[in-house]
């Protein structure tokens, strides 16, 4: 570093512009954002990790209980655990959940504690373009790894029950539906968060804030009388959005689709208010 | 060239900018000089869009800021060299800003050498020091190969080393063509760089002129004297229209009168001198007695009008 000359000249032939600074460029801008930082692989292997593993565990505590029923009982146990036995492979997604909304949190407020943002919205100064592009590239990332992540705990889940022959298969009505369920779901729950983080901007603030709506919530509905839960517990972001991957038996719960569909109204309430703020507020 | 018309800026109760014109003119450096708190980041800020003017409106080549069609090809800025994420590399730092304005990826490494930051390119920016988070700053605003560019504080912090090669560089930038637009609130790095001069205190424009026009108007010129006869030459001078006032030890300063004009009264009235010598106020003195009062010299003194023809020709 001990130099101070200046360069001959600080000129560039660059291509000349066509166009202009658009939404091509902002996605470029924001997959490389995304993929040069060690937060961005650590919360992703996180996800897997910790969804794939809980589902493990959780069949492989089904295994045990079902190997300690005396064989004149097991067949009804049988047919219980095979109906609940995609779901079970599948729970992990209570705390995977919590995971990937802490990086759709951080995607956006970490621009804001490292002082980013100024750099970037002086260079992309359309600030709808920016956000878009990061809510897709962030949205894109957590729907793929989501896909793998609610693949991969299907199937270790389901070797693990096989043992007992408590197992589903992918072939079997509404399984497929509720894998494909559990990786829409954590693409889901990451982008609530991502604009939760929009409108807070503080990362401790929005990851707290998603942690409330879509884990307390859930946990607090379970203490309300059972009279006013049959009528509350369906619009709980965690049930609406759980519906598609959980066999819920019961009949007080949203359809697979139409808790989904509910689920995703939440999370664009939350990117709507994080973009119409983000338009308009000082950075 | 940057145009501000009646630029407002409110953050609640506080009025950061007052209605603020002004032009940065192309192809000079143009200092914007005010103390702490004047009113520069904020004014350097609503200039790029980061803040919304209260009211007011500030174009970038007859344009706002965000209507620009490759903002980087035209304004290159750098406001604060922390906004950086620290766990990126310095050449994906630079990429990341440069993919949003369709720049090709070579640029990266033509700016990267340009500030001598190639052997750490790949290293992540939370280990730079100031001087090297400053050459990733301004590799970050000349990545567009921009016309402008706005620098704020840039040497602030900086050793003396970086200093020199801030100072060299802007130069070089503006030998090129460029408009380059830099605040500082300190008068004398603009004393060696600037070509005009922007000053602002508490939010308003208090002075738009060249350097040598803004010392002439804004000091008052005063000439040193030493002489056994403290009370002969205080009668002479006063006769003449000047007033002076002692500094102890035989040291008198006079102002009014022109170091040859007192040096002739002396030798009219027979009063003896040992030491005559002009007090050439500096540029920081100036700026000093200008932004101190900033709201009265705002009230009682004309900015624009009277600053010229009368006062160049005074300042050798």
């Known amino acids: ?283 | 060239m940057i145009e501000a018309r009646g630029l407002t800026k409110r953050y609640g109760d506080t009025l950061a900018v007052d209605d603020l014109s002004f032009s940065v003119e192309p192809g000079k450096i143009t200092g914007f000089l005010g103390p702490n708190g004047a009113g520069k980041t904020t004014s350097m800020r609503l200039i790029l869009g980061l803040d919304h003017p209260t009211s007011g409106t500030v174009t970038v080549n007859g344009r706002p800021f965000a209507e620009l069609a490759y903002p980087m090809r035209e304004v290159g800025a750098l406001l604060d060299a922390k906004a950086v994420h620290g766990g990126r590399s310095a050449y994906n730092h630079l990429l990341c800003l440069a993919e949003t304005n369709n720049l090709p990826r070579w640029r990266v490494d033509q700016v990267l050498a340009l500030v001598g930051l190639s052997e750490v390119a790949r290293k992540r920016s939370k280990g730079f020091s100031l001087g090297m988070g400053q050459r990733l700053g301004i590799a970050a605003a000349l990545l567009g190969d921009p016309g402008i560019l706005m620098f704020d504080e840039p040497v602030n912090g900086l050793d003396p080393e970086g200093i020199l090669w801030i100072r060299n560089l802007m130069k070089a930038l503006a030998a090129e063509g460029r408009t380059i637009f830099v605040s500082s609130h300190l008068m004398s790095e603009m004393e060696n760089t600037a070509d005009h001069l922007l000053v602002i205190g508490r939010g308003r424009l208090i002075a738009d002129c060249t350097v040598p026009e803004f010392i002439a108007a804004n000091s008052r010129q005063s000439v040193r004297v030493r002489t056994p006869q403290p009370a002969a030459l205080s009668k002479v001078v006063a006769t003449a229209g000047g007033t002076v006032h002692e500094d102890g030890d035989g040291l008198m300063v006079v102002q009014g009168l022109g170091v040859s004009q007192v040096g002739d009264l002396a030798f009219e009235n027979s009063v003896r001198l040992h030491e005559l010598a002009p007090a050439q106020a500096s540029l920081e003195q100036a700026f000093m007695e200008l932004t101190a009062s900033s709201v009265q010299f705002h009230a009682g003194v004309p900015v624009e009008p009277e600053l010229q023809p009368a006062s160049a020709g005074r300042v050798a």
Request: charged share 10%.
């Open chain 1, 1 to 283: 570093m001990a130099t101070t000359t200046v360069p001959v000249s600080t000129r560039a032939a660059l291509p000349a512009a066509r166009g202009r600074a658009g939404f091509g460029g902002a996605l470029r801008s924001e997959l490389t954002k995304i993929r040069s930082v060690r937060s961005t692989y650590w919360s992703l292997i996180a996800v897997v990790v910790i969804t794939i593993g809980i589902g493990a565990l959780f069949a492989f505590g089904r295994v045990q209980n079902f190997s300690q029923i005396p064989p004149g009982g097991q067949a009804l146990e049988r047919a219980r655990d095979i109906s609940q036995a995609t779901e079970t492979s599948l729970f992990g997604l209570i705390l995977g959940q919590l995971v990937i909304a802490v990086l759709g949190a951080l995607t956006i407020t970490s621009e804001y504690s490292t002082g980013m943002i100024r750099a970037s919205l002086s260079v992309m100064p359309r600030r709808g373009v920016s956000l878009a592009a990061k809510a897709v590239v962030f949205g894109a990332i957590a729907l793929i790894v989501g896909l793998v992540t609610s693949f991969a705990s299907y199937f270790v889940g389901q070797a693990i029950l096989s043992s007992q022959h408590i197992n589903s298969t992918i072939g079997q009505p509404g399984v497929l539906r509720a894998v494909i369920g559990g990786g829409l779901f954590l693409a889901v729950c990451g982008l609530l968060s991502f604009g939760l983080g929009a409108v807070l901007r503080h990362t401790a603030g929005a990851i707290t804030a998603s942690i409330g709506v879509l884990f307390v919530l859930f946990v607090l509905s379970g203490f309300l009388p059972s009279n006013w839960a049959v009528h509350i517990d369906k619009w709980i972001p965690f049930n609406a959005g759980g519906a598609i991957w959980e066999n819920q038996s019961g009949t007080s719960m949203f359809s697979p689709w139409t808790g989904f569909a509910l689920f995703c109204g939440y999370a664009a309430v939350a990117l709507a208010a994080g973009l119409v703020l983000f338009r308009n507020r000082d950075a």
